[in-house]
């Protein structure tokens, strides 16, 4: 069965500290995302990929940066968290070469920063 | 100006009847694509149904339909014959262009209830 595998369901940070985010994919898809769900706001792009060691901004990338040194796997960074990036925060994938373009997603990862 | 309107936080049906969820859309491109996702309440989202600009009919998926009126500028979810494991999160998004596979902007979600 094909995976999008976010590492950690639920985190809680303090204010000012550095977090990882992994996303790992196991379908050898070359497109990655990153989106934070808020309610009311429904799903924001903050980067992707569409390459290793290539990322893209999205529509939110303040605060975040990424990183994707192999295929499978994309990282989302929070050099210094805040309270406002308390959030949920969906992974997904895609394949390069595709007619449709739907996104496969993880679970999420709900982070809390106090 | 907003991408996906999906105008109906919250929705109702009685377990067996019809639903219709609502989505516009505000596009230039004429090439884009449109999807259904489902969100239950464990938090993965699944993909339900596509359609693609340039096709000719209504895309249709077991029990989802999607009502595609272009010059309208409007996708809508049709789901027959509710069932209770339809209690989910739904969204409308939209893929513009045809090499940017995968990029795609989302709508604020409906909230759909079904009843027994």
Redesign the interface.
């Known amino acids: 069965d094909v995976k999008v595998t976010q590492s950690s369901r639920y985190l809680v940070k303090r204010t000012g500290e550095k977090v990882f985010l992994e996303c790992v994919q196991d379908m050898d898809h070359e497109n990655m995302f990153w989106y934070r769900q808020d309610p009311g706001l429904g799903l924001r792009l903050i980067y992707f990929s569409y390459d290793v060691k290539m990322k893209e901004k999205g529509d939110i990338p303040e605060g975040y940066s990424v990183s994707r040194e192999k295929k499978e796997r994309f990282s989302l960074i929070l050099e210094s968290a805040s309270t406002n990036q308390t959030s949920m925060y969906l992974c997904a994938s895609s394949p390069g070469q595709t007619n449709t373009g739907e996104l496969f997603f993880g679970e999420g990862s709900r982070l809390t920063v106090l | 100006a907003q991408k996906?309107t999906q105008t109906q936080?919250g929705m109702f049906v009685q377990e067996k009847e019809a639903v219709t969820l609502d989505c516009t859309y505000d596009t230039s491109d004429p090439s884009y694509?449109l999807?259904w996702?489902k969100q239950p309440s464990?938090?993965?989202?699944?993909?339900l149904i596509?359609q693609?600009s340039y096709d000719q009919q209504n895309a249709t998926e077991g029990r989802y339909s999607l009502n595609f009126q272009k010059a309208r500028k409007s996708a809508n979810l049709v789901i027959s014959a509710s069932q209770l494991g339809d209690s989910a999160m739904y969204?409308c998004?939209m893929?513009e262009g045809h090499t940017?596979?995968?990029?795609?902007?989302?709508?604020?979600?409906t909230t759909l209830t079904v009843k027994p």
């Not at chain 2, 464990?42 to 993909?47: K, L, P, Q, T």
């Not at chain 2, 940017?100 to 979600?109: C, E, H, Q």
């Open positions: 996906i936080p694509g999807f996702y464990s938090g993965e989202m699944i993909f596509y693609g969204f998004a893929r940017n596979a995968g990029k795609s902007t989302f709508g604020d979600g």
